[in-house]
């Protein structure tokens, strides 16, 4: 049975955080455990409260996933504060976890900011050097290397910065993609460049796509995928996810987790 920890905060709706990432992960067969981070209420509407954890209760978690269970591959997402994305850090590097991937998570869809001012440098210090990927959208990548992103090159200068900072992989998400008929992510691996480029679909329902996604790519390295081929079953999950809308709330709907294993069970018949 393969092993995938979630590190990341509570979305009370369910399209989000450490609920999407459970479900992408079951979804894809492997066993998720999690660290809880902070606990929003929250649902299609909007952010409507915060709390978050003390360091010590977030390690706490991890230490019972690592001393017993251990796992495959991890994934961070909402940290809040640098008190406790420094002490993930000094977890992730106690246990030698190797296949992490880090999505930077800083704002909802609604507006609210999830990770204080003060947080970010603490990401680009003590995070980013022990990622293997990181999946940041375009407004995380712009705040995370300082300079404005509008074309494939400016992703690739953004990604190169990221590099820089330590980090093996990235996956700038092109979700925020002007054009209005597809959208485009670019996967740099330190070597070469990578473009994917799908149709992008006229709904509002994209609440936790970005969970969603770095979820499923987190899951495919927990089995051994390549970044290369955990990116491609990513997109594809993601992509079916939205296609496949459920319409639930009345503002930013979550996606359908569930779509993708629908599809193949459909096309294995």
Not at 53 to 81: H, R
Request: hydrophobic share 40%.
């Amino acid at each position: 049975m393969y092993k995938a920890l979630t590190i990341a905060g509570s979305d009370s709706g369910g399209g989000a955080g450490i609920q999407a990432d459970l479900k992408t992960f079951q979804e894809l067969e492997v066993f998720g455990m999690s660290a809880i981070t902070a606990v929003t209420a929250q649902n299609t509407l909007g952010v409507h409260g915060v709390y978050p954890m003390t360091p010590e209760a977030v390690v706490q978690q991890i230490n019972a996933v690592g001393e017993d269970i251990g796992t495959d591959a991890l994934k961070t997402g909402m940290l809040f504060s640098s008190d406790i994305i420094e002490a993930v850090a000094e977890q992730i590097r106690k246990y030698k976890w190797e296949n992490l991937v880090v999505d930077p998570v800083m704002i909802a869809k609604g507006g609210a900011s999830l990770l204080l001012q003060e947080a970010i440098f603490a990401m680009k210090t003590h995070l980013l050097p022990l990622a293997k990927v990181v999946t940041p959208n375009i407004p995380e990548a712009e705040v995370l290397t300082g300079m404005t992103i509008r074309s494939v090159q400016d992703k690739k200068e953004a990604a190169l910065r990221l590099v820089e900072m330590g980090v093996q992989t990235v996956v700038i998400k092109g979700g925020h993609d002007e054009d209005d008929t597809s959208s485009t992510d670019l996967l740099f691996d330190g070597a070469e460049f990578h473009t994917f480029t799908n149709k992008r679909i006229p709904t509002k329902d994209t609440h936790g796509t970005g969970c969603t996604f770095s979820s499923a790519l987190t899951a495919e390295l927990a089995k051994g995928a390549s970044v290369y081929d955990a990116v491609l079953t990513a997109k594809e999950f993601i992509q079916a996810a939205i296609e496949d809308g459920i319409n639930v709330g009345h503002g930013h709907g979550p996606t359908n987790h569930g779509a993708f294993r629908k599809r193949r069970e459909f096309n294995n018949r």
